[in-house]
Every structure is written in C-alpha cells, then in structure tokens.
C-alpha cells in the first residue's frame, strides 16, 4: 500500500512491501522477504502463511477493482440518448 517504487527497481514475487516504503532507483528485491523503510531495508524472511496471504490478498484487490471500476465509467450509450433529447427540448423523464 502506497509504496514508492523508483525507475528500474526490480522487486520479485512473495514480497511484502511495508506501507511508506521507498525502494531507490535500479534496487533489486529477492523473493520471499518483507522489506520496509526510506530507503528500504530488509526486515525479516516470509513464512509460508504469509505467501499464501500475498497470493488471496491480491486476488481479493483484482475483485475489488473490478467492483468498482463501473462506478466510474459510463456503461452502455443511454447517456448518448439522453444527450439527444436535450438537444431536441425535451425533459428525459427520472426516475
């Protein structure tokens, strides 16, 4: 969440990012760590639990982004009808 990672930094699969965390230009991280800090610094190694926990964390993002990108695009063209009608005077009837 919310983490700044710079041109050409490289961070691998089963790695946990702690949240404000910078990683600088060209960094690579290794796979099965967690890593935190401005500039980041390695904290600790991942148990299995908490790769299993990356993976249905991110499937759970995608659903979720899913959700709710229709919130913010138009679906359909009935606005395209609407726009018609107001164009010719006519009150399109809500509700």
């Known amino acids: 969440d919310k983490c ?3 041109e050409g930094a490289w961070v691998e ?4 990012l702690e949240p404000g965390s910078v ?3 060209y960094t690579r991280i290794p796979s099965g760590g ?4 401005n500039p980041i610094k ?6 299995d639990g908490a790769k299993d926990g990356i993976k249905k964390k ?3 993002r995608g659903v979720m982004a899913k959700e ?3 919130e913010f ?3 359909g063209s009935t606005y395209l009808h609407l726009e018609d009608l107001e164009r010719e005077g006519k009150t399109a009837i809500q509700g």
């Open 4 to 6: 700044t990672i710079l």
């Open 58 to 60: 991110a499937e759970g």
């Open 23 to 25: 990683v600088p230009p």
């Open 42 to 47: 390695f904290l600790g190694e991942l148990g």
């Open 68 to 70: 709710h990108a229709v």
């Open 34 to 37: 967690r890593w935190g800090g």
């Open 13 to 16: 699969s089963h790695v946990i």
């Open 73 to 75: 695009l138009p679906v």
